[in-house]
Nanobody, 129 residues
Framework: QVQLVESGGGSQQAGESLRLSCSTS???????????LAWFRQAPGKEREGLAS???????TYDASVKDRFTIAEDIAENSWYLQMNNLKPEDAATYYC????????????????????WGQGTQVTVSS
């Protein structure tokens, strides 16, 4: 059974930073050599949007809205991946989700929700101006 658990959410002032973590149990056992790890977020009343992905060979993709401020990294040997968020803005406030799947990431765009079978429960991020 694959489980993903996000942590690191909280309340920050605009301009500050936050690091989210995703810990998994079970995924590394099924991932093999090919996998894609990602972060999404969903604000109230809005659709879930893909922010960043990283695949097995370290190649990353980002949504344009976060490309210069957020960084995705992974340490799959430690069953974890991360989202470093710098220069937070009030519009970054949302519930953040990590996701994973046992296939390569699509590299032509930010991650797409339908490409991922495994999801965490989400962690809340609040940003005040």
């Amino acid at each position: 059974q694959v489980q993903l658990v996000e942590s690191g959410g909280g309340s920050q002032q605009a301009g500050e930073s936050l690091r989210l973590s995703c810990s998994t149990s079970g995924f590394t056992k099924i991932a093999g050599r090919t996998y894609c790890l990602a972060w999404f977020r969903q604000a109230p009343g809005k659709e879930r949007e893909g922010l960043a992905s990283i695949q097995y060979d370290g190649v990353t993709t980002y949504d344009a809205s976060v490309k210069d401020r957020f960084t995705i990294a992974e340490d799959i040997a430690e069953n974890s991946w991360y989202l470093q968020m710098n220069n937070l803005k009030p519009e970054d406030a949302a519930t953040y989700y990590c996701a994973a799947d046992t296939r390569a990431c699509r590299l032509d765009k930010a991650p797409v929700q339908g490409d991922f079978r495994y999801w965490g429960q989400g962690t809340q991020v609040t940003v005040s101006s």
